[in-house]
């Protein structure tokens, strides 16, 4: 194993965030850990360095490379694999011996791992060899907390890490999923976006920044900015309020105390909680009746390089230009996050004792303790900026199958959202 020799964001098997230097794993390593998690693997006659492999009668190749920081000037958060100028002979062999290639990523540090499937054809269609494929060190968060994570970025690049216990839902995906690795823009390509549907949405936004950003505003300026787990779960308890155990409490207590804000001010002409879940329902949270909107109120981690929004389909559906709603407004509070872990699992043990539970450390790796306040972004998504759209997965169903894709802002896309911020 090869350290870096550069202090960046790495990800431990509990998925937590810390400074640490990349660790590269070496051919053999690479061959080891391959060979412990994927079935059936043997090195190819042809090329030692690629890896086949059999999946329930189904033959894959795999070319691996190390996921590590991608250097200089860039942020830290920001990690790739190498692509080497063998890419096309591995591509071209893969199909000879009639096996799916995987361009897979290895990222390791200390006990934890997880593999990245960079998503080939993306690649071989750019003619991206001698190039870098990336991926953020939220997605190996994601990864290792759920399993699996899949995303199609902006520019269509289909991005997909894996936990090693998750490869064998992984495979099933590789081989059997129906297609879901459409360009985010080419949801809805068919409908037409004319002038007046642009003007439309922009007088839309100008209402929404005057009736209701004000509002929202004079919320945030009299919440406190710091909330403690174990105050904001007995308040919630005390006021009995219908998700008082939810284990994620930061996104729930911004609803309760949103709500309250709202009831108490009368506001509700302006802002109501409409949340539909059932079949064919709108599963949003708000609605703004005086400009006819779907929205949504979310609480996210600074750390965290995206916005996760709501289900792909139903935000497709409702913002397909072809009527002045056709936009979502996101209420999004940007908060800063200390892990329970560092304070003895104190909220932990506070929510399971509080629901009777035997175990007192069920959700430890993932509580939250307390979190800051920092800012507010007000956010439109409409027709005109769904191209910059991120469309992901997170986690398994009940049926061991991946989720429902949902929406993501990254980061860097930000601006094209943005109708207004507040810092706190």
């Not at 693997?41 to 059999?54: F, H, Q, T």
């Not at 080939?120 to 759920?146: C, G, Q």
């Not at 398994?396 to 949902?406: A, C």
């Amino acid at each position: 194993m090869k350290r870096g020799n550069i202090l960046v964001e790495q990800v431990t098997k509990e998925g937590l965030l810390i400074e640490g230097y990349d660790e590269s794993l070496s051919p053999s390593e690479i061959y080891n850990r391959i060979s412990k998690y994927f079935p059936n693997i043997s090195k190819a006659e042809a090329d030692p360095r690629v890896l086949i492999g059999n999946h329930k009668g189904h033959k894959f190749a795999i070319r691996c490379k190390n996921v590590t920081y991608l250097g200089n000037p860039h942020p830290h958060f920001k990690k790739r694999i190498q692509i080497s100028d063998d890419l096309y002979d591995f591509y071209h062999l893969a199909l000879s011996l009639n096996a799916k290639p995987i361009l897979l990523g290895i990222y390791n540090y200390g006990t934890n791992t997880i593999f990245v499937d960079f998503k080939i054809d993306t690649y071989i269609e750019k003619k991206a060899h001698n190039s870098s494929a990336h991926i953020y060190v939220s997605d190996l968060i994601a990864a290792t907390e759920e399993g699996y994570f899949q995303k199609v970025d902006y520019f269509g690049n289909t991005v997909t890490a894996i936990r090693p216990d998750i490869i064998n839902v992984y495979l099933d995906e590789f081989f059997y999923a129906d297609e879901t690795s459409k360009r985010p823009g080419e949801a809805n390509k068919s409908l037409g976006f004319t002038d007046p549907a642009l003007k439309r949405i922009i007088t839309y936004a100008r209402a929404f920044k005057r009736d209701i950003v004000p509002k929202v505003k004079t919320f945030f300026e009299y919440e406190k900015t710091i909330w403690k787990g174990i105050e904001c779960y007995k308040e919630m308890i005390t006021a009995n309020y219908r998700n008082k155990y939810q284990p994620e409490w930061v996104g729930f207590f911004l609803e309760y105390e949103f709500e309250k804000y709202l009831k108490n001010n009368k506001l509700n002409y302006l802002i109501t909680y409409a949340q539909d879940k059932k079949k064919g329902g709108i599963d949003l949270d708000l609605y703004f009746p005086t400009i006819e909107s779907y929205g949504d109120l979310k609480a996210h981690s600074e750390e965290s390089r995206g916005i996760q929004g709501n289900d792909w389909d139903t935000i497709m559906h409702i913002i397909n230009g072809q009527d002045e709603k056709s936009h979502v407004y996101y209420i999004v509070c940007e908060h800063s996050t200390e892990k329970d872990s560092l304070h003895n699992y104190e909220v932990t043990k506070f929510w399971n004792a509080a629901q009777g539970k035997t175990n007192l450390m069920s959700y430890s790796a993932r509580m939250k303790n307390r979190v800051q306040l920092k800012r507010v972004y007000m956010l439109d998504i409409n027709y005109s900026n769904r191209e910059y759209l991120t469309k992901f997965k997170q986690g398994l169903n009940s049926n061991g199958k991946p989720r429902e894709p949902k929406i993501m802002i990254e980061q860097d896309n930000l601006q094209h959202f943005i109708v207004d911020q507040i810092e706190l």
